[in-house]
């Protein structure tokens, strides 16, 4: 018997709840017993972690793109980027904001929610379809 | 433990024309890469006692190191292109 179950039962000697609450208390503690039994591994299928970045463009009787990046190469590319020069890490940063992506890279290394940004990158799932021209971006 | 890129393939087919699969085979120079990693760490540690404002004795170190590591995780890394008019193939990817 467990400590809630006696709990209960104690309750309802000592007369605080009544028969119907303790009957209602107790069906609440073995729903919950059993919802715990059933996230056990093997029942439910657990997705493991995402290993890769796919993107694939596929453009209707043209043209196939697939392209598949590890993960692990994204992250530990940004931590080589903390052996670029101060100097040249704004060169860097002034030239993605000519081609319109306001980035900055210092701040990025100073945070170091790289392993962050790389882990969120694993929920991201975009898919693009257009008259039979298909984009679609996720991890795997 | 992360193993670098066993095999790389590249593959470059051509609906009329020569068409290539190479399967080269990386694992043959996983020696000389590590030997090159720790040379380049020797070879930039007088550089950085030379020049401590250019580089820091620990970047010498970590440098060659962070670079054997980058090349570890281009396992699996791929590119397949497919022009499907003109039956064109390329594909490159580190095994």
């Known amino acids: 018997m467990n400590e809630d179950r006696k709990r209960i039962l104690n309750m309802l000697a000592e007369g605080k709840i009544t028969v119907d609450e303790a009957e209602r208390l107790i069906n609440a503690i073995l729903g919950s017993d059993k919802s715990a039994e059933s996230r056990q591994p093997g029942d439910a299928p657990s997705k493991g972690k995402p290993k890769f970045l796919r993107v694939e463009v596929d453009k209707k009787d043209e043209e196939r793109v697939n392209i598949r990046v590890p993960l692990a190469l994204l992250s530990s590319g940004i931590k080589l980027a903390k052996f670029i020069p101060g100097n040249a890490r704004k060169q860097v940063d002034d030239a993605l904001k000519d081609k319109g992506v306001d980035f900055d890279l210092n701040s990025l290394l100073k945070s170091g929610n790289f392993n962050e940004l790389v882990s969120a990158l694993a929920d991201l799932e975009i898919n693009v379809d257009n008259d039979g021209d298909r984009v679609r971006i996720h991890c795997e | ?95």
């Open chain 2, 1 to 95: 433990m992360i193993f670098p890129p066993s095999i790389m393939r590249l593959k470059v087919a051509r609906d009329k024309g020569k068409n290539m699969n190479l399967w080269l085979p990386l694992f043959l120079f996983w020696p000389g890469m590590g030997f090159l990693a720790v040379a380049c760490t020797f070879l930039l540690l007088p550089v950085s006692i030379l020049y401590p404002r250019k580089i820091s004795i620990k970047k010498s170190f970590l440098g060659p190191a962070w670079l054997l590591l980058m090349f570890c995780r281009l396992r699996g890394f791929k590119i397949y292109l497919e022009e499907k008019k003109q039956n064109k193939e390329l594909l490159l990817a580190l095994i």
